[in-house]
């Protein structure tokens, strides 16, 4: 059976301030969402959040950038925000960046991961979802999954992934892609995707089946709206078990937290969290960023029951890594590497100060 997975959110209220997201805000949106199911257009439906971030989860026959898809997301985020500015939640709204839905949420603000599939004889599939930073976060875990035998040790002992996989890089900036293949080009491949502001993983597959093994959304909110307007927060979706990595090499790469950009104001450098969906509450410093997983066992596209992966103990050292790793980082306060490299300060007030001071800049002799 061949279905579509769509997961789009976007961010249309905080509470408090940037650090959750309010239950009546999913309470409307598993409304909505409820309503499409039995009209028939939604297979099935999970509703979640990802610190102030409102995550819809939606199987359905309607394949890739469906019109409907899109657009019962975009109104039930327009819904969510109504309930939002009632509350006078913190940015009501704050991700939906046009007026007027047309057609496609792509390039409007909201975020989207979508794959379609034929559904295998068991479908185990992990949603990862990250607040508070960007979505080159997922450079270096996937990267570690399906390229780095010291991580998927699968790559070097299971026949059916021997051959490795395909990579798909965006140049978010320039609006270019390029594929390429590991394990040959994978020094190739590092030179684009260490410089994850600018480089990002987009999709993943298979090489032998050219089957789809993960997909990632890569929009960027301050090149779309020109202006900080919070941070991107991916989401990602991983098919995980048989030519794929098992589920536990999916989750290894969180078990050494990294440096991400993001947390504060979306303009530093702070570690990424792997938390459960209870403890997607950044609060230190708006932090540190986050990242949730989410495994769904599907069946005949519908999710049922989703497990909260971080929540497992064997995080707890991973947590407290990151917690070092912000004292760390913190004691830098407004300096590098803390405080984002000057050309990601352009969609904050650097370019305003520098327009303020120029005639003071006098030339050195
Ligand atoms: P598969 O053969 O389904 O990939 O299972 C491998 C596994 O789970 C080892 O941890
Ligand atoms: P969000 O993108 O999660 O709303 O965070 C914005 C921010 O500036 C946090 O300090
Ligand atoms: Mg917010
Ligand atoms: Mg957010």
């Known amino acids: 059976m061949k279905i579509t997975l769509s997961h789009i959110k976007a961010d249309i209220g905080g509470y408090v301030g940037h650090s959750a997201s309010h239950p009546e805000v999913l309470a409307k949106a598993e409304e909505c969402l409820a309503k499409a199911k039995q009209a028939g257009l939604l297979i099935d439906y999970h509703v979640t959040k990802c610190g102030d971030d409102l995550q ?6 309607q394949g890739e950038e469906s019109p409907k898809i899109h657009k019962l997301a975009w109104d039930t985020f ?8 009632k509350l006078k939640l913190y940015g009501a709204g704050q991700d939906l960046l046009v007026d007027a839905f047309a057609g496609n949420v792509k390039g409007m603000g909201p975020g989207v991961a979508e794959m379609e599939f034929e559904e295998r004889k068991s479908e185990p599939v992990i949603i990862f979802m990250a607040d508070n930073t960007s979505a080159g976060a997922w450079n270096m875990p996937l990267y570690k ?3 780095d035998p010291f991580n998927t040790i699968g790559l070097v002992i299971a026949p059916n992934m021997h051959t490795g996989f395909t990579f798909e890089v965006h140049d978010v900036k320039e609006h270019k892609k390029i594929t390429l293949n590991a394990p040959e080009e994978i020094y190739d491949l590092l030179v684009f995707i260490g410089a994850p502001s600018r480089y990002v993983i987009k999709a993943v597959y298979h090489r032998d089946t050219g089957e789809i093994a993960s997909v990632s959304s890569t929009q960027r909110l301050s090149l779309i709206a020109d202006r900080y307007v919070g941070k991107d ?3 990602c979706i991983v098919r995980t078990q048989g030519i794929f990595p098992a589920v536990g090499e999916v989750l290894e790469p969180f078990a050494s937290p990294i440096l991400v950009e993001g947390w504060m104001r979306g303009s530093h450098t702070g570690p990424l969290m792997p938390v459960s969906i209870p403890d997607s509450t950044p609060a230190r410093f708006d932090g540190p960023p986050r990242v949730v997983g989410l495994g769904f066992q599907l069946s005949e596209g519908n999710l049922g029951k ?3 992966m971080f929540a497992d103990k064997s995080f707890n050292l991973a947590r407290h890594q990151a917690n070092e790793m912000a004292d760390m980082m913190r004691r830098h306060g407004p300096f590098e590497p803390h405080r984002l490299p000057l050309e990601e300060m352009e969609y904050t007030t650097m370019p305003q100060v520098i327009s303020k001071l120029r005639d003071r800049f006098v030339d050195l002799d």
Do not use: N, S, Y
């Open 56 to 61: 819809l989860i939606m199987t359905h026959q």
């Open 78 to 85: 327009v819904e969510g925000t109504e309930v939002a500015k």
């Open 145 to 147: 999954m399906f390229a």
């Open 233 to 235: 927060d991916p989401v």
């Open 306 to 308: 989703p497990r909260d």
